[in-house]
């Protein structure tokens, strides 16, 4: 099955400053990928999908990812923090086969932490 | 607000019973998926609905089994329930299965098993 990895549980930054969060995937066969942000006692919420058409997808609230398959990475980034991107942050990655139901397998997140 | 509901959103109770948890996808949604978030084993992928139909399987235990109702209404059986089983399960909604089509999740929710 296709997995993802996080690196990284907890990144800190600052407000203003460049989030980079990090991702890899394990497939030779380029997978659909995600990126889904969770905010305390909430559910889980897109930022953002890889379905194979650009390399560089835009998501909403600023962020961005880029799929490069010579790194097997899919990493998330945002120019500036605000004190409201502070939730964890999860990684997803979906297979291509329709017998797979096209679940999703999550990495484990990484907490972001906004300071000021 | 996704659109999808899920009761209840606080559950509690005693190892070895038997609890039900129901989820409405959002209208027009046909497949539903059932995950499970836990500290020790981080989001899982139980089992994914489609019209009716089971779709696909994940780490689903024996004990836990689903239904898609001809309302697309889907409920998650747990039994012989575990101090292990507490976690927050979430339901998700997709209208049909894949990409393009984004899978909203519901606020999930949350078992307590003492």
């Known amino acids: 099955a296709q997995s993802v990895t996080q690196l990284g549980s907890h990144v800190s930054v600052s407000e203003g400053a460049l989030v980079l969060l990090r991702c890899n995937y394990s497939s030779s066969v380029p997978p659909y990928l995600f990126w889904y942000v969770q905010y305390p006692n909430q559910g889980l919420q897109l930022l953002l999908k890889?379905?194979?058409?650009?390399?560089l997808v835009k998501g909403i609230n600023g962020f961005e990812a880029e799929f490069k398959k010579s790194e097997t990475s899919f990493h998330l980034t945002k120019p500036s923090a605000h004190m409201s991107d502070a939730a964890e942050y999860f990684c997803a990655v979906s297979d291509r086969s329709p017998t797979s139901g096209y679940a999703l397998n999550f990495g484990k997140g990484t907490s972001l932490l906004v300071t000021p | 607000d996704s659109g999808v509901t899920q009761t209840p959103k606080h559950l509690i109770t005693a190892t070895g019973q038997r609890v039900t948890l129901r989820c409405s996808p959002r209208?027009?949604?046909?497949?539903v998926y059932w995950y499970q978030q836990s500290l020790d084993q981080g989001l899982q992928f139980l089992i994914q609905?489609?019209?009716?139909?089971?779709?696909a399987k994940g780490n689903i235990l024996e004990r836990f089994s689903a239904q898609q109702f001809p309302d697309l209404h889907s409920e998650l059986n747990l039994s012989s329930l575990e101090l292990g089983d507490s976690a927050l399960y979430f339901c998700a909604s997709s209208a049909l299965p894949g990409p393009p089509y984004e899978q909203y999740f519901g606020p999930g929710t949350r078992l307590t098993v003492t």
């Open positions: 609905y489609y019209n009716g139909e089971e779709r």
């Open positions: 209208s027009g949604d046909l497949s």
């Open positions: 890889y379905t194979s058409a650009a390399t």
